[in-house]
């Protein structure tokens, strides 16, 4: 069976297990620290800020980087979403979007998911993502082939010593 929402081409199989190696290891970090999150939010929640989830994101993925680029990987795999992935994509990111946007206007909506204004909100919503989606997909597109041309490159010149 063929994935039909992304795409993905592997580059170099020694590289794809030292980003395995680097993404275990960032994601036991990253447990461990939301764990010690959600132990805050249970036993201490005024002292909980969701902004601490954000951050242990964001620290998790530049140890991630970080630790590959300590690993020695040069090559990244191709990897970008077919049509029908971003528009799946973007009505991930909608629907995120429209629930929290739910649970804060509540009143507005007179508790009613749907009222013409929500579902308004919801179309709206998509329509803004929906291009950006497609840039950020085309940016991957474009660094997948050029991280190709570049592996290929490699390999030409490792020929052409030997």
């Known amino acids: 069976m ?13 590289e794809e297990q030292l980003m395995n190696k680097a993404g275990a290891e960032s994601f036991y970090i990253s447990i461990a620290f939301l764990l010690l999150s959600y132990m805050i939010a ?9 902004r601490m989830i954000l951050i242990i994101i964001i620290i998790g993925t530049f140890y991630f980087f970080g630790r590959a680029r300590d690993l ?8 970008h979403f077919t049509f029908l992935g971003c528009l799946l994509l973007t009505l991930v990111i909608t629907a995120i979007l429209m629930l929290q ?31 950006w989606v497609f840039i950020g997909n085309l940016g991957l597109k474009s660094y997948g082939e050029w991280a190709q041309k570049k592996f290929e490159q490699d390999m030409d010149e490792l020929e052409s010593m030997e």
Request: aromatic share 28%; no cysteine; net charge positive.
């Open 42 to 50: 249970v036993l201490a929640p005024s002292l909980f800020n969701p």
């Open 101 to 131: 946007n739910y649970q804060f206007n509540i009143e507005i909506y007179q508790h009613n998911p749907l009222h013409i204004k929500y579902i308004y909100a919801w179309v709206f919503t998509y329509i803004f993502y929906l291009p």
């Open 2 to 14: 063929k994935n039909r929402l992304f795409y993905y081409q592997l580059l170099d199989e020694r």
């Open 72 to 79: 020695g990987v040069t090559y990244y795999s191709r990897f």
